[in-house]
């Protein structure tokens, strides 16, 4: 098999991202990557000692994407607070199998840190210090994650909501899920946003 002179961080993360892409997480091993770059699996360990320094190759690639300038200082704090949240939502959101990789992997993300940096200075300004904005900051965080994982993996438009609408041993939750047909995902995003900087505008704190 030829194999090329080099490779870069960046050629050998983009060709883990299109595998994950494609095969998902469980689809991401040494031998797929190899053989996407055009090489042997033991040529791969050349360039990276082990899966988790791929992987973090792919988390740095995909949260590149991440703007983590401060938004216009003259609009609201909750509004600044959502535009960085939606930006992070953007670049994770693009490549859904690479989210558990940034559960584990983003203390070593640079950009992802810069994001919260970015993101934790906004809150201060609001006004949530201590423990307040540690909760804040893991909330909003949480919120991302776990709804770009829920779209993905069991979004509204989904069957399991289909299922749920026709079980009339539960006609609370038939109702809900018969409701829920006709919010789109980002009306969902939005409307779950929206209700958590809410709680953050009327917590009186301790």
Known sequence: ?????????????TAALVVLDRDGLAGLTMRAVAKEVGMSTMGLYRYV??????ERLVVDLVLSQVDTAPPDPAAPWTGRVAAMV????GAAGAHPSVIPLIVVHRHRS???????ETLVGILKEAGLDGPRRVVAL???LAYVIGALQLDHLGPLAGPGTSVIADLPE???MAETAREARGVDAEAEFDGGLAAILRGMECDPGP
């Open 170 to 172: 539960f006609p609370l």
């Open 49 to 54: 000692t082990d899966r988790a320094e791929l």
């Open 110 to 116: 640079e950009r992802l840190l810069g994001w919260s």
């Open 86 to 89: 939606r930006r992070l939502r």
């Open 1 to 13: 098999m030829p194999r090329p002179r080099s490779l870069t961080p960046t050629t050998l993360a």
């Open 138 to 140: 893991r909330c909003l």
